[in-house]
């Protein structure tokens, strides 16, 4: 239990890097190994492969996205939620690359502890895209003419780079009262932070199941319902990923915050990875799905275009045919 338990007092912050050090390379004795060790390694090990492949998959979404693919509001944000799973994905295979190779290679404490809260900034842009996008589905449902004529032609754009630079900020100050500038890893400041960390994660995930229930609510209920489209079921779908893998890493946070620290952090890895690869998978399975037997080609590029559609599949046929 030492390999793990080395984990969980690191992630707090107690742990020194000669203690973690040892821990961890007595984890890798064959007479020291338990059912916890060789599950932590296991975790370590899937979440690897996993961010590998989801690197590749989001950079397939980017290449289409970026020079293939005519880009509307939607697509934007798809871009750059895409660009944020990379770099969450990036961090968390640096990261386990590192836990595998400890035991032989002697790393930083420093090194570590920044590899461990470098994935904040793209997490806080993931969530906060994807928050985006659920308000502006709601806003083109609830207010659809004003939606489609009042909206400013780069407010995806802007919005996109605002939550960029805010994310960034935050986890940058963050990380500077936490380890760069204060000794004590528990000092005010970085106690401030944490919360203001823990207080707009909680806004976000609040707002996003709120906007995504209006949302639902529209289309299946009330006398006005609106006709599904393939937008519509791509985004609920990578909101209701997002809350089953990706919650748990914000949920992390928390606990951590009030001091109540678990050591599952190696699930909370893997969790987080199978979020972050999980959406072009999505936008390919809903591009993919069709009513109509045809003997066409089907490409990747068109089914991701089929699940950016803002029109009901009635508004497609007729489209075709014309």
Not at 55 to 83: C, D, E, P, S, T
Not at 219 to 245: A, D, K
Not at 280 to 286: A, C, E, K, R, T
Request: a negative charge; proline letters at 3%.
């Amino acid at each position: 239990m030492e390999g793990r338990n080395s984990i969980g007092d690191f992630l707090s912050k107690d742990l020194s890097i000669s203690t973690l050090e040892t821990n961890f390379r007595a984890s890798n004795e064959p007479n020291d190994t338990s059912d916890c060790d060789i599950k932590f390694q296991t975790m370590i090990l899937l979440s690897l492969i996993i961010s590998l492949f989801g690197m590749v998959l989001n950079a397939i979404v980017l290449w289409f996205l970026g020079f293939q693919i005519y880009k509307n509001a939607f697509f934007v944000y798809i871009f750059n939620l895409a660009v944020a799973d990379i770099f969450f994905l990036l961090s968390q295979f640096v990261f386990c690359v590192l836990v595998i190779i400890y035991s032989i290679d002697s790393i930083s404490h420093d090194i570590l502890s920044f590899l461990i809260f470098v994935p904040t900034f793209p997490y806080l842009s993931s969530l906060s895209i994807l928050t985006t996008i659920s308000i502006e589905c709601c806003l083109s449902v609830m207010w659809p003419i004003w939606y489609r004529c009042q909206r400013p032609r780069h407010t995806s754009a802007v919005i996109c780079v605002l939550l960029w630079a805010l994310s960034l900020m935050t986890a940058f100050l963050d990380q500077k009262a936490c380890f760069l500038q204060f000794s004590d890893p528990h000092s005010i400041w970085c106690n401030t932070f944490d919360i203001i960390l823990t207080v707009w994660t909680i806004v976000l995930f609040v707002v996003l199941c709120g906007s995504s229930l209006i949302l639902l609510v529209r289309i299946f209920c009330g006398s006005q319902r609106i006709p599904m489209t393939r937008l519509y079921v791509t985004i609920e779908l990578t909101v209701l990923f997002f809350l089953i893998f990706g919650l748990p890493f914000g949920i992390y946070w928390f606990l951590d915050l009030i001091k109540r620290h678990c050591d599952f952090y190696d699930e909370i890895i893997f969790l987080s990875c199978i979020n972050s690869s999980v959406n072009p998978i999505i936008y390919f399975l809903v591009g993919s799905i069709t009513h109509r037997s045809r003997c066409k080609m089907k490409t990747l590029k068109l089914f991701l275009e089929r699940a950016m559609q803002d029109t009901p599949e009635e508004d497609e046929g007729v489209e075709s045919s014309s």
